[in-house]
């Protein structure tokens, strides 16, 4: 019956087997089937950051219907002037490549789902007809790969370090993302004082030109000091050419941080505030970066998730698979039931070289994460002393600099009063007092440049350590002392 070779007749016994071993699949399919993927695996952790080290909030958008009352947020917040806390708060909202890392976060938790799991079985099953057209033979079997079974528990603790290095490292984007937009924010801001102040020279030296221009008409003055008061004035004039355009373009700047389309109407806070704090030593800024820097915490997890793997490999270096299983067959000369067992004979490879890789891959991320500590360590001094620098260079100019220069042009404008001195002594009086101001502008953006590299630097918050983050500084300390155990 050659039909048989297609559809061959179960043999007595054989549904009863085949319906306890459907079971005990479909009971383990159950029990599998409840490791789910969270749409938003990994954000609590990283709002949680957000919001203890910014006090804002961050929010991962996948075209959910709540996601609108983003939108609705973002619409409202840029309407006249805008702080910039609202600008940072919008930016961690709106920023496209934000939101494209937090993908990164759910790639991450669905390998984590993955290493879960328990590989799936395999169902083989033959039949034909014997020689001279005898009784049908029949086998079936069912694999359980047990070795991927074995390898679950290691497996899974080495995604769950991943899993944690990558939420520390979606935390420190979004931190790193705060801190460009705060730097962009004082960019645009100094960027509108310093237009402010070339246009103020413009005009002062349109006002010499003028009149230098009536004198020269007078005959008191010679055509060579005319050119030079012109030449100066057309100077100042392109300068101010110079300083709108890098205004607009500091002003583009923090729209593409901020995800925002450009031409608002919105404004910036017109003038940088006045250093008022003080913060701590290198010292204390270095101990607290140790703790706190996120970029540190995902160096260790990837040494921990290495040191992790390097010991699943060995362990299974010689048994890299295999599998387990009932059988069933029915042969002319009876029927047969029984198990099966396969493994791979470690005759060529005996996963010497994927031992070796991964003792590489182990000592690569330790040296990597004791690399970050000494670098961590010299940014945050170096820092900390162009900040010193730079608020000593705003103190001077303010308390001395600025003082003097108003003085100057009150006394000359005595002199030009009396008519002790010509009207260009005046001008060029306050010309330098214009200049000393952009100077203040410049020292005054230098010092806010320095302040938010330096706390992204020191991890986002100048706040002390916590109880928790003092024990990640004597764990990042200790690492090179201590490394991660490769088992």
């Known amino acids: ?3 048989q070779l297609f559809t061959p007749p179960f043999p007595p016994g054989f549904r009863s087997l085949s319906l306890s071993a459907s079971r005990a699949l479909l009971m383990l399919g159950a029990v599998v089937g409840c490791a789910t993927v969270p749409t938003k695996g990994g954000l609590g952790t990283v709002q949680e950051t957000t919001r203890n080290r910014l006090g804002l ?14 939108q609705g947020y973002v619409t409202r917040s840029l309407k006249g002037e805008v702080p910039v806390d609202s600008a940072i708060q919008i930016g961690l909202l709106r920023n496209k490549r934000l939101q494209a890392s937090f993908e990164d976060l759910g790639i991450a938790q669905a390998d984590l789902v993955q290493a879960g799991l328990f590989g799936n079985p395999v169902v083989s099953a033959g039949a034909g007809l014997a020689r001279g057209g005898g009784p049908s033979m029949f086998a079936t079997s069912i694999a359980l790969p047990f070795i991927d079974f074995l390898q679950r528990p290691l497996r899974t603790r080495v995604a769950q370090h991943l899993f944690a290095a990558e939420r520390a490292r979606m935390s420190a984007a979004v931190l790193t993302l705060a801190a460009e937009i705060r730097m962009a924010y004082v960019e645009a801001q100094a960027a509108t004082q310093l237009l402010e102040v070339r246009q103020a020279v413009t005009q002062a030296l349109d006002a010499s030109a003028v009149a230098a221009q009536a004198i020269h008409d007078a005959g008191n003055l010679s055509e060579l000091e005319l050119a030079q008061q012109r030449a100066l004035a057309a100077d100042a004039r392109l300068e101010s050419f110079r300083a709108a355009g890098a205004q607009l373009a500091a002003r583009a700047d923090l729209e593409r941080l901020m995800g925002v389309p450009g031409g608002g109407s919105w404004t910036l806070v017109p003038r940088l505030p006045t250093p008022t704090d003080s913060l701590a030593s290198a010292t204390t800024l270095t101990a607290t970066a140790l703790g706190r820097r996120l970029d540190l915490s995902a160096a260790r997890a990837d040494a921990e998730a290495s040191a992790r793997q390097l010991g699943l490999t060995r362990a299974f270096a010689l048994l890299p698979d295999g599998t387990i299983g009932p059988t069933y067959e029915r042969e002319p000369d009876g029927t047969f039931v029984g198990g099966a067992l396969s493994l791979t004979l470690p005759l060529f490879d005996r996963g010497q070289s994927r031992v070796a890789r991964s ?29 010193d620098a730079a608020r000593a260079r705003e ?21 030009v009063n009396a008519m002790a001195q010509s009207v260009f002594t005046l001008l060029l009086a306050k010309q330098a007092e214009i200049d000393a101001g952009q100077a203040y502008v410049d020292a005054l953006r230098d010092y806010w440049l320095t302040r938010a590299k330096l706390e ?28 991660p155990s490769p088992t």
């Open 395 to 415: 103190a001077h100019l303010r308390l001395v600099v600025l003082p003097l220069r108003r003085l100057v042009v009150t006394e000359s404008q005595k002199f």
């Open 456 to 483: 992204r630097a020191v991890g986002g918050s100048f706040a002390p350590l916590t109880k928790q983050e003092r024990l990640g500084t004597e764990a990042a300390a200790d690492t090179a002392r201590r490394p």
């Open 1 to 3: 019956m050659p039909s």
């Open 57 to 70: 909030r961050v929010d991962w958008i996948q075209n959910q219907p709540e996601d609108s009352l983003v």
């Open 359 to 387: 003792r590489a891959l182990a000592r690569q991320a330790i040296a990597r994460h004791d690399a970050l500590v000494v670098e961590i360590g010299a940014e945050v001094r170096q820092l900390s002393a162009t900040l």
